[in-house]
């Protein structure tokens, strides 16, 4: 999927400036496809695989807790 044209939940860490892994200008880079080559990071890519796992259990406790339908 390509995730430049817009801004997912992922991305406002970044946005409100409170991310561990990257700034609000890192994103803009990003989100142009200007963003230079970066490391691998063992840690972030764990982290990143455990976060993406638990997705769905995320939404579906949103939508019981809170009644929302989550897309």
């Not at 700034?23 to 982290?47: C, G, N, V």
Request: aromatic share 8%.
């Amino acid at each position: 999927m390509d995730r430049t044209g817009f801004i997912g939940g992922s991305d406002l860490a970044a946005v409100l400036g409170i991310s561990p892994w990257k700034t609000s200008y890192e994103l803009w880079e990003e989100k142009l496809d200007i963003a230079p080559e970066t490391e691998h990071d063992e840690m972030r890519e764990k982290i990143l695989k455990r976060g993406k796992r638990l997705e769905p259990v995320v939404m579906e406790q949103l939508q019981d807790e809170y009644d929302l339908a989550v897309l």
